[in-house]
């Protein structure tokens, strides 16, 4: 997309290079709540390809959660590129926002004992359903928390709500929260927080 491709070519997709330790199961959460629509959902997808990619390239396993008020698709981690393309391709926008069921099904996905468990959300926004959003998302959290499981967010646009709350759940599962300044820069923010994982996995 920024280098005005109308086409992803393999070169699109080899983005970062760098030294790494351990194999990890990661898993792309996307937002497709309405307020995705247009620009943020293709880079969006954009971003998926390209971690999929570089992931199954090294060995690790990727999965996929398209998520709104409800979860969409689902894909437990594995090399299944063909699959995992074809997923982000079909992706619309509607509803709204669950961080808290993403995070409760993206845990229940991870098959693998004995590997860097990771989940990378990519959101708008933050909960917008339930009684109590954000100690509902919290709980998930911290039961992912307890598994073993790793969670950062790329914020597109958050307001200072959102943030705070993105905040507290990378902190409790020792992830990182990176705001997106740049829509075109998301596929190279997903990438550095991929290896940055792998590398002290």
């Avoid at 109308?6 to 760098?18: E, F």
């Avoid at 792309?28 to 990619?53: F, N, P, Q, T, W």
């Amino acid at each position: 997309m920024r280098r005005q491709h109308q086409k992803i070519l393999k070169t699109d997709l080899v983005v970062s290079q760098r030294r790494a330790k351990g194999k990890i199961d990661v898993i792309y959460a996307i937002d497709s709540s309405g307020s995705m629509k247009g620009e943020k959902v293709r880079v969006a997808k954009k971003a998926g390809i390209a971690l999929s990619y570089n992931a199954i390239k090294n060995n690790d396993n990727a999965g996929l959660i398209i998520f709104g008020s409800t979860i969409n698709s689902e894909i437990e981690p594995s090399n299944d590129f063909y699959t995992l393309i074809k997923t982000l391709n079909r992706i619309k926008t509607k509803g709204e926002t669950d961080i808290g069921l993403c995070i409760e099904h993206s845990a229940k996905l991870f098959k693998t004992k004995g590997k860097t468990k990771h989940i990378v959300i990519l959101t708008d926004a933050l909960q917008t359903l339930g009684k109590k959003p954000e100690r509902e998302v919290m709980e998930k959290a911290s039961l992912a928390a307890n598994q073993g499981i790793t969670i950062s967010i790329i914020g597109i646009g958050m307001n200072k709500t959102g943030e705070s709350l993105a905040k507290k759940i990378v902190d409790i599962s020792k992830g990182t929260l990176y705001k997106v300044r740049n829509i075109e820069d998301t596929d190279q923010i997903v990438l550095d927080d991929y290896y940055r994982v792998r590398a002290s996995g």
